[in-house]
């Protein structure tokens, strides 16, 4: 990249990757932007947001396998925000331009400016015994030798279960881990903990509604949820259970309820899907589902795109 290029580093809750993790962008822009046209989605917006879902770019041919499916959009909200990003974004670019003129050098400013400066996608599959996490990013900066757009995409996937992760390189196409060729389909089922969420202790209510000591911890619990706010949402027609946000305590995650089965890797309740649908995070990003199933089926090649060919694949083997 062009020394002239400057690093903006901005600390994102858990970027486009799983509830618990947390990711260190390094927004690499030259912040700038050309002449004063509209804002319009750019075609390489159009393109991550119009990319099939994984499912359907594998093909078939594997095991069918019941799984809760959400597509989660998500941008820059917060220090400096998108908006903020997008000012200075321009300005530097009106600079870039400028200076090219007085000195003679061309320019090749753009004509239309992206929604986002820093933008994603994750489709997660997640059955019983596995989940698999894609991302999709799109990041704009400046290029300072023309003035024009920079566009770095980054797509990857992750695989985890009991034996461990498989972390996928999409453009390198390289797969690195617990990579086997089962996709870890024989992975351990989640085992069940005892009671301990609000939702387990109303399940254990429903089923003894004249235990004393239960209808007590229920109605304590209520008003004071553990890690929750007591508030209840309903996206793409799935309640979900508002919570705080465990990497940004002034944002919060709405995670679903429903479902036959808990999804692995989740911190949900034994007794509901735990798939988060909305995040909110005042300190980075934001993301909320464009879709979303629980008990659906999907062709199980959808946890091994790492086996559709032409991937370098290092295989580790399961954790001891």
């Known amino acids: 990249m062009n020394k002239s290029c400057y690093v903006t580093r901005t600390a994102t809750a858990g970027m486009f990757g799983l509830l618990a993790s947390q990711t260190l962008l390094a927004l690499y822009v030259c912040l700038a932007l050309a002449s004063p046209s509209a804002n319009a989605t750019t075609e390489a917006e159009n393109t991550r947001a119009n990319t099939p879902m994984p499912h359907e770019k594998l093909g078939a041919g594997g095991t069918m396998v019941k799984a809760h499916f ?17 000012v200075e974004l321009k300005a530097q670019t009106q600079k870039c ?114 235990n004393p000591g239960l209808t007590a ?40 309820r429903g479902g036959s089965f808990t999804a692995f890797g989740s911190n949900g309740a034994m007794n509901q899907s735990a798939m988060m649908l909305e995040m909110t995070s005042i300190a980075g990003i934001k993301l909320h589902a464009v879709a979303a199933k629980l008990d659906t089926m999907v062709d199980g090649v959808v946890f091994a795109p790492y086996l559709a060919g032409g991937f370098a694949v290092t295989n580790r083997g399961p954790r001891k």
């Open 97 to 210: 331009v400028r200076q090219h003129q007085e000195t003679g050098r061309p320019t090749n400013p753009p004509h239309a400016w992206p929604d986002f400066v820093l933008s994603g996608r994750t489709d997660r599959y997640s059955a019983a015994n596995r989940t698999i996490e894609y991302k999709h990013g799109l990041t704009y900066g400046l290029n300072q030798s023309d003035c024009s757009l920079l566009e770095i995409v980054s797509a990857s996937a992750r695989l985890t279960s009991s034996l461990g992760s498989c972390d996928i390189d999409l453009l390198k196409k390289t797969a690195v881990g617990v990579c086997d060729t089962q996709a870890h389909a024989n992975a351990r089922l989640r085992s069940r903990a005892p009671a301990s969420g609000l939702a387990d202790v109303e399940e254990a209510l429903r089923k003894a509604p004249d």
């Open 70 to 86: 959400t597509r989660l959009d998500g941008y820059l909200e917060g220090r400096p925000d998108n908006a903020a990003q997008m």
């Open 217 to 256: 911890l229920a109605a304590v619990m209520r008003q004071h949820p553990p890690g929750g706010t007591g508030e209840r949402k309903t996206i793409l027609g799935l309640e979900c259970e508002v919570r705080k946000n465990p990497l940004d305590p002034e944002g919060t995650i709405c995670i679903s």
